[in-house]
């Protein structure tokens, strides 16, 4: 019974999420916490292969309409992907009351950022190649270390970055998808190789995620009218952040 309500809620998170270029971690971590599961041992790792499952299965329509930029993605890509398993590591020095704590924090600027830029308006001109490699690489490498450490992807991050840079909202979501993917998957890997998983819970959880992401991401690549569920979803994650901070305190 516990496994099926974790199951529909994780549908979805993931069908949400991946209309917003983000995994869905910020959410499967707090839910799984709250069912009982350790936080180190169980979810932060699990929460990791889930993200990257959603923002991977987001990429195929996200591919198919040619909306990621993967060469002006690259750079970030390669630096979440190299970054992420030190985050791993480092968690495992951190205990975990501080690691909510800094959960909560990333939480709330999530849904900060949703607020501020659900009513933006799309950017006009896009940096060159060589500055959003570089930039790219930099922030990619925070992002991947945090997306280890925390067990969330780093999409909150590389998305606003990617809009700042000049991508439209779309093209923005799709290529911060692209590096999430890789972050996701090299720190849940940074998890797993210090005996971190639970297998019968996974396999459950991986097909309410892809039932949810294919559903997201398509609904994205047609309808592309995203700013009331950023709104709405913002104010869960004020909520899921208010709770795991008074819960920890």
Do not use: C
């Amino acid at each position: 019974m516990l496994y099926s309500v974790i199951a529909v809620l994780f549908v979805g998170a993931s069908f949400l999420f991946s209309m917003l270029g983000l995994g869905g971690a910020i959410v499967y971590v707090p839910v799984l916490k709250w069912a009982g599961f350790p936080v180190k041992e169980v979810a932060i790792p699990l929460a990791l292969l889930l993200n990257g499952l959603t923002t991977l299965i987001a990429l195929f329509p996200y591919f198919r309409n040619k909306l990621v930029d993967w060469k002006g993605g690259l750079g970030m890509t390669i630096g979440a992907f190299v970054f992420a398993p030190v985050g791993a590591v480092v968690s495992r020095s951190i205990p975990v009351k501080s690691l909510l704590i800094l959960f909560s924090v990333a939480v709330v600027i999530v849904a900060l950022r949703m607020f501020i830029t659900s009513k933006s308006p799309e950017p006009k001109e896009l940096m060159s190649l060589k500055k959003r490699l570089i930039i790219g690489a930099a922030i990619g490498s925070l992002a991947g270390f945090i997306a280890g450490l925390l067990g969330i992807g780093g999409g909150f991050i590389m998305s606003p970055l990617l809009m700042w840079m000049g991508y439209e909202t779309k093209n923005a979501v799709a290529t911060s998808a692209f590096a999430v993917t890789f972050s996701s998957f090299s720190g849940f890997a940074g998890h797993v190789a210090q005996g971190h998983f639970n297998w019968a819970l996974t396999l459950i959880l991986v097909v309410a995620v892809l039932i949810g992401a294919l559903g997201g991401s398509g609904f994205l690549v047609r309808k592309a009218k995203s700013s009331r569920v950023k709104q709405v979803f913002a104010l869960v994650l004020f909520g899921i952040a208010a709770q795991l901070f008074f819960s920890v305190i």
